[in-house]
């Protein structure tokens, strides 16, 4: 059974940082791109980013290019995402999924981070 599991979200200042985590298993992490989607208060699904399986390659949505990192580390099957100069509508759920923009097939139960003033 696939499980991806989100982990270090919480509460942050307006400008601050926060780094989450994802637990994978019962798949082939290695050959799998995979993405971070948040879901916004009162919102639709948005992508954030996507890594290529070997970590060559990595794609952000326009408003956090420059503020998140997407990087991977294939020797213990995680995914994490480095979130920058936080501001207020990256209040969110923040899942980690299997595959890209817009093959998205796996989802984790999401970790929610709040940007507060």
């Known amino acids: 059974q696939v499980q991806l599991v989100e982990s270090g979200g919480g509460m942050v200042q307006f400008g601050g940082s926060l780094r989450l985590s994802c637990g994978t298993s019962g798949f082939t992490f290695t050959n799998t791109h995979m993405s971070w989607v948040r879901q916004a208060p009162g919102k639709g699904l948005e992508w954030v980013c996507t890594?290529?399986?070997?970590?060559?390659?990595?794609y952000y949505t326009e408003s956090v290019k420059g503020r998140f990192t997407i990087s991977r580390d294939n020797a213990r099957n995680t995914l994490d995402l480095q979130l920058k100069s936080l501001n207020f509508e990256d209040t969110a759920v923040y899942y980690c999924?299997?595959?890209?923009?817009?093959?998205?097939?796996?989802w984790g139960q999401g970790t929610r981070v709040t940007v507060s003033s």
């Open positions: 890594i290529w399986s070997d970590g060559s390659s990595t």
């Open positions: 999924a299997t595959g890209g923009n817009p093959s998205l097939g796996y």
